[in-house]
C-alpha cells in the first residue's frame, strides 16, 4: 500500500532506494560532474517516470551538499556506506522511505532526527572542504554561516526575458496562463524569479525562444557590457551561450557578435538556443587556444569583450555542490595562468575607447581580484571602470547628496552589488550565484 499511495509509484520503496544508492556511489566517486552522471544514469533507466527521477537527483545533491554532516552521522548507522548516505539524503516523502528500511535502519534514522543542530560541529553545519573555509571567512566575516547554509540550498530558476521577442510583463502573463508564478528580479532588467522546478523547457514561450534559463547575476555580466547597436562585440569564452544572447538581444540582431570558445562540443549547445533566439548577427568560432590566428585578425576592431573566463566555479555550488569535493588549491592556481593568459589575449581585440569586461562564477580573490590587479598593472593603456558608478547609472538610481564621494555619484542599490570597484554578487546577500566582474575601457 505504501508504494501504490505516492502516486501509484511502479517502484516499491526498497527498489527505489536501491537505485537512489546506486546513483550516490556513482556521483561520489566524482569522476565527472554529478549533472553528467545524473543525466547518464536516467538515460540508461529510461523507465523511471518523472517523480522517481526527481526524487534520484534530489536525493543525491542532498548528499552533495550535506555530505561531510551526512558522513559523521552514518557512522552510527549499519550496513554500506552509500545506503546510509542515501537515506539520510532521501528528502521526499518520510513514510515511503521508512517502508523500505528494516527496523534497525529505522531505529538508527529516528536517533539521527534527534541529534541538534547546536551539538554539531562547525564542519559538519557549514559542510565545507577545510581548504576553502578561511578565504571565504577572510572575505565576509561573520557572515560565513550565512554563506555556507545559502550555499547549501537548492538555487531558484531564473528566467531571461529575449526582448527581442517578447516584453518582460507579457512573458509574466504567459507564465501565469501556464500555472506557473514568477516575480521580476529585484536587479537584473530582464530577469524574471520562479520557485519550484517546473517544465520550462516543455512551454511554447520556451520553445520560441522566449525565455531563457539564467541566472540573474549572469545576466548582470551582460548587463554591464552595455552593447549597442551596430558595435563588434566578441564574448570570448562562449561556452554554451547564456551571454551571448543577451548580448544579442542587446545589440537588437545589428552589428556582429562573435562566440568564441575552444570546445565545439559547447558551441553545438549554443546552435538551438540561437535557432530559438531570433538572432542573426552572431558569429559562433571554435578556436584551438586563446592566441589563435583567427583572434589574431581581429585585434584592435573590437568595441567591446566579455571575458567569461574558465574558473573553479565555486560560486555556483547551490546548483553543482560536487565543485567543492572536485576542486583544489592546486587546480585554482592553475586555473589563475589561464585566466591571465586569457585575459590577455582578449585585450588585443579592443579598439580605443573600447569595454573590456572581466568575469568568473568563482568567490574566490585568486580568479578575481588578483587576477584584475595584475591586469591592470600591467596594461597601463587600460583605465578601470568603477563597476558601482556604472551600475547607479544602469539601475537608473537617484542619487542623493549623501551618496556623493567626491564628484562621482553611488547608489546604495549599486554600492551593496559590489565590493571596491568591482562587482561582487553572493548568494547569501542576493540570492544570485556567486559571480565577480572587473570593467575596464582602452584608453
Not at 530577469?191 to 541566472?215: S, T, Y
Request: glycine share 6%; hydrophobic share 40%; charged share 25%.
Amino acid at each position: 500500500m505504501e508504494a501504490r499511495s505516492w502516486d501509484n509509484r511502479r517502484m516499491h520503496p526498497k527498489a527505489l532506494l536501491e537505485s537512489c544508492t546506486e546513483l550516490v556511489r556513482l556521483v561520489l566517486k566524482f569522476d565527472h560532474p554529478a549533472d553528467a552522471v545524473v543525466s547518464r544514469y536516467f538515460r540508461e533507466h529510461r523507465n523511471l517516470g518523472p517523480r522517481e527521477r526527481r526524487t534520484l537527483a534530489e536525493t543525491a545533491y542532498t548528499v552533495l551538499r550535506q555530505k561531510r554532516l551526512f558522513e559523521h552521522l552514518a557512522r552510527s548507522g549499519s550496513g554500506g556506506r552509500e545506503r546510509r548516505l542515501a537515506i539520510l539524503g532521501f528528502q521526499s516523502e518520510p513514510a515511503f522511505l521508512k517502508a523500505a528500511l528494516n527496523d534497525t535502519e529505522r531505529a538508527w534514522l529516528d536517533s539521527v532526527a534527534q541529534v541538534k543542530p547546536e551539538e554539531l560541529q562547525a564542519v559538519h553545519r557549514h559542510n565545507l572542504p577545510d581548504w576553502l573555509v578561511a578565504p571565504l571567512q577572510a572575505q565576509v566575516g561573520d557572515a560565513f554561516d550565512a554563506l555556507a547554509a545559502s550555499f547549501n540550498q537548492a538555487a531558484p530558476l531564473d528566467l531571461r526575458v529575449n526582448t527581442l521577442k517578447q516584453k518582460v510583463p507579457l512573458a509574466m502573463e504567459a507564465l501565469t496562463q501556464a500555472g506557473i508564478a514568477s516575480e521580476p528580479v529585484p536587479y537584473s532588467p530582464w530577469g524574471l524569479r520562479i520557485h519550484g522546478k517546473p517544465a520550462i523547457n516543455r512551454l511554447a514561450a520556451f520553445e520560441n525562444g522566449e525565455i531563457e534559463v539564467q541566472d540573474e547575476g549572469s545576466q548582470l555580466l551582460a548587463w554591464l557590457m552595455e552593447a549597442k547597436r551596430g558595435e563588434m562585440v566578441a564574448d570570448f569564452c562562449a561556452g554554451a551561450g547564456g551571454k551571448t544572447l543577451a548580448l544579442g538581444a542587446m545589440m537588437r540582431s545589428t552589428g556582429r557578435l562573435y562566440a568564441f570558445d575552444v570546445s565545439t562540443h559547447r558551441l553545438d549547445a549554443l546552435k538551438p538556443r540561437l535557432a530559438r533566439s531570433g538572432l542573426s548577427n552572431v558569429h559562433p568560432v571554435a578556436i584551438a587556444h586563446e592566441r589563435d590566428e583567427r583572434i589574431k585578425r581581429l585585434a584592435g576592431k573590437m568595441d567591446r569583450v566579455l571575458v567569461d573566463a574558465p574558473c573553479s566555479g565555486l560560486g555556483t555550488l547551490r546548483r553543482n555542490p560536487d565543485l567543492k569535493w572536485r576542486q583544489t588549491p592546486q587546480a585554482v592556481a592553475e586555473l589563475q595562468l589561464k585566466q591571465q593568459a586569457i585575459l590577455n589575449s582578449a585585450a588585443r581585440l579592443l579598439k580605443s575607447g573600447g569595454r573590456l569586461v572581466y568575469a568568473t562564477c568563482s568567490v574566490l580573490p585568486d580568479e578575481n581580484e588578483q587576477v584584475a590587479e595584475a591586469f591592470t598593472k600591467a596594461h597601463p593603456e587600460f583605465q578601470v571602470v568603477s563597476v558601482p558608478v556604472l551600475l547607479t547609472r544602469l539601475l537608473g538610481d537617484e542619487v542623493t547628496q549623501a551618496d556623493q564621494e567626491g564628484a562621482t555619484a553611488v547608489s546604495p542599490r549599486a554600492a551593496g552589488l559590489c565590493q571596491g570597484d568591482y562587482l561582487r554578487l553572493w548568494p547569501h546577500q542576493h540570492n544570485t550565484d556567486g559571480f565577480f566582474a572587473a570593467v575596464w575601457e582602452k584608453k
